[in-house]
């Protein structure tokens, strides 16, 4: 197999970018280009290593972060393997965050943050996660389009207590969870999730360019970490015209 970084973007060692990332980034980018095929394997991390002129503790931690996005796979004694990435959305039946989910699958997402701020829980914001009183949470609102494609408006509630200074960490094109489990050690075990149609107001279809009355699917969904706790709680709109929500079950 040809070096990958001789096809993936060069490393900025200048950039505020940690390098995991940044090496996430541009195995990823190799993978999504069709450089590599699925079923694919990929060097080792020694030879990752060596090939882009970085540690192994680098390529581990960006691998592992591949894996949890489901780009790639790995077994025991083999090595690394490049996924197969479905057509489906699937993050409203499990614990991925929208931008992983997407990018498993090899879509762009982009994402606008319309608001951020602390502020006080509203009586239902604290009752629906078990707040007392008017405990602070970050609220944001996001705006998020898949393939250039305007697709969903997410509305997020985070008690500050978990994840302090949030309301001042730059959001625009990151995914939240991954900001949650890399800067604040967050992790989303389970989530309850409620779906149903509803016909969007003016300013909504505005926000998401709907230039005709379209039905969309609200999504309202609580997300716990290990300890049980609400972790996340999202109220969603979101754009199914050119897409399907996929929920797998289990007995």
């Not at 796979?73 to 057509?87: L, S």
């Not at 914001?125 to 997410?154: C, F, H, W, Y």
Request: neutral net charge; hydrophobic residues 40%; glycine residues 6%.
């Amino acid at each position: 197999m040809n070096s990958l970084a001789d096809l993936a973007p060069q490393l900025d060692r200048g950039s505020d970018m940690p390098l995991w990332s940044q090496f996430r980034d541009s195995l990823r980018t190799v993978i999504l280009s069709g450089e590599l095929s699925v079923g694919d394997k990929l060097p080792t991390e020694a030879e990752l290593g060596e090939q882009f002129g970085i540690s192994r503790i680098v390529v581990r931690e960006a691998l592992a972060d591949l894996v949890r996005s489901g780009l790639i796979y790995k077994i025991r004694g083999q090595g690394a393997f490049v996924a197969a990435r479905e057509r489906e959305e699937d993050f409203v039946s499990t614990v991925l965050g929208f931008s992983d989910e997407m990018e498993r699958k090899g879509l762009t997402v982009r994402t606008q943050v319309l608001s951020q701020e602390l502020r006080p829980a509203t009586p239902a914001e604290a009752q629906v996660m078990s707040l007392t009183g008017d405990d602070p949470l970050i609220a944001l609102k996001r705006l998020r389009s898949v393939d250039n494609e305007l697709r969903l408006l997410v509305e997020t509630c985070v008690p500050a207590d978990l994840a302090p200074g949030l309301h001042r960490v730059k959001l625009e094109n990151r995914s939240l969870y991954d900001v949650l489990r890399r800067q604040y050690g967050l992790r989303i075990v389970r989530a309850e999730r409620w779906i149903d149609a509803v016909l969007p107001d003016e300013a909504t279809a505005e926000l998401l360019g709907l230039t005709a009355p379209e039905p969309l699917l609200r999504i309202e969904s609580l997300a716990f970490n290990q300890n049980g706790r609400v972790l996340e709680y999202y109220k969603a709109l979101h754009r199914c015209k050119s897409s399907r929500l996929h929920v797998k079950t289990t007995t």
